[in-house]
């Protein structure tokens, strides 16, 4: 009987061998067709791997993905891999992510990671946030993002902390996406940093996650920091944020010697509109001598309906060598409604340009005053240029002054360019029609 069960055991033991050898072939074949580079072999080897999930493949898959050197073999086994529940892989992929000589890789198997709930490949993609790579780091932030996990934190923070200023850029992008509580004092305090470019990243991450109670810090910057692209990025923070409180700020930097922290001030005062801010908008404008600029400058006081003392708007409409800045001038003048708009538009009726004159007729048009409506029928008998004669005439029409029709209608009998004796017909029927 002895004997009998041991001849039993035996024949197992064989049959056992003989089985596994036998799948140890199938498996081998499978992974053969896989790295043929015959695209029916490789699809036929991707549909049983994809039927059967044989967790014997994973090594010989792992293998290939590691260290065969045509890369459509790779681009096959990581196919797949992919067939795989992630934690019957994880403990293959962070082999591959720490052996793989391929950043396309390692991107890829972070990627792959990225949609498992299983944690136990976090260290081997939370240290992939120092790669060289940035593929790779910004896979491994996102895998991080949607996984979640508190092991991340010490190693940003040390990143933080390393002397190199690649690390701390790389640390900040993370913190990018990745931000926390735990990380704001750091943040402020690296705004002390040295090196230019890690205070920009800083407020990089401060605007991509609404840190409004770093306005203070912000403040500060945009009007101390030693460099001026940094001082632009806080200008923008401010803008972004709608501070309240940066108008003393964004005032002083309009006197600023770099020409970009004084663009972006006046954008930032443009979106803002303070109400308190004419008059240095207008001392602003005044010296200011980029065209951009003073263009920004006028719309805003537009914006305000206020011309901040007029100093701003007379020089460039009475000095000015662009006559499309004394053009933009004059349209200011003619929607800021004073009394001081008025003497200074008549001031530059004459101007060199016919573009200028016209649009100071169009302005003028907003002010009802007999004064204005006399100067504005000269122009219709005098000036030269049809097109300014045009301007006059509708402005004319847009007062509705009786005033002027039997100036109009004596111009008319007199006109010998049948345009401009259309034109005047044409005001004078809707003068007439008006004081019906």
């Known amino acids: 009987m002895g004997v009998k069960k041991y001849l039993l055991y035996f024949i197992f033991i064989f049959c ?56 459509a073999n790779k681009a096959a086994a990581i196919k797949a891999l992919k067939y795989y529940p992630h934690r019957q892989a994880a403990s293959y992929c962070i082999e591959i992510i720490k052996n793989t000589n391929s950043f396309i890789i390692r991107k890829e198997i972070i990627d792959y990671l990225a949609g498992s709930t299983d944690r136990q490949a976090v260290p081997a993609i939370i240290n992939e946030l120092g790669s060289p790579f940035f593929a790779v780091r910004e896979s491994a932030i996102l895998a991080l993002k949607k996984i979640g996990d508190d092991r991340m934190f010490p190693y940003i923070l040390n990143m933080m902390e390393n002397r190199n200023p690649v690390f701390k850029v790389y640390a900040l ?5 990745l931000y926390d509580l735990r990380f704001y004092d750091h943040l402020i305090k690296m705004l002390k940093d040295e ?6 990243y800083v407020f990089k991450c401060i605007e991509a996650n609404n840190l409004k109670s770093a306005l203070p810090n912000i403040r500060n910057l945009a009007l101390n920091d030693s460099s ?61 001598p980029d065209d951009e600029i003073k263009e920004i400058l006028m719309n805003t006081l537009i914006a305000l309906n206020n011309g901040g003392g007029f100093k701003g708007l007379k020089n460039v409409l009475l000095k000015d060598d662009n006559y499309r800045m004394r053009i933009l001038s004059s349209y200011a003048l003619g929607r800021i409604k004073h009394k001081w708009s008025s003497l200074i538009l008549l001031e530059a009726k004459n101007d060199a340009s016919k573009e200028v004159r016209a649009e100071i007729c169009n302005s003028l ?49 007199a006109e010998n360019d049948p345009v401009v004796k259309e034109q005047i017909r044409f005001v004078l029927r809707g003068l007439i029609k008006e004081a019906k």
Request: aromatic share 8%.
């Open 16 to 71: 056992a061998a003989a089985s596994l050898r036998a799948e140890e072939k199938k498996n081998k074949e499978i992974i053969n067709q896989l790295l043929s580079g015959n695209e029916l072999k490789v699809n036929n080897a991707l549909e049983i791997i994809s039927a059967n999930r044989s967790p014997e493949l994973l090594p010989l898959i792992s293998l290939a993905i590691i260290s065969d050197e045509k890369s």
């Open 173 to 177: 992008k993370a913190i990018y996406h």
């Open 195 to 200: 090196n230019k470019s890690i205070r920009y």
């Open 228 to 288: 001026w692209e940094v001082r632009v990025k806080a200008i923008q923070i401010l803008e972004s944020f709608l501070d309240r409180k940066s108008q003393y700020v964004l005032l002083t930097c309009l006197r600023d010697a770099e020409r970009e922290v004084r663009y972006y001030s006046s954008k930032a005062l443009n979106k803002l509109k303070f109400a308190g801010s004419a008059v240095p908008v207008s001392a602003a404008l005044y010296s200011e």
């Open 365 to 413: 048009g907003f002010y009802n005053d007999k004064k204005i409506i006399n100067e504005l029928l000269d122009v219709v008998n005098n000036e030269p240029e049809a097109y300014v004669r045009s301007a006059a005439l509708f402005s004319l029409k847009r007062m509705g002054s009786r005033q002027a029709v039997l100036p109009l209608f004596d111009r008319f009998t």
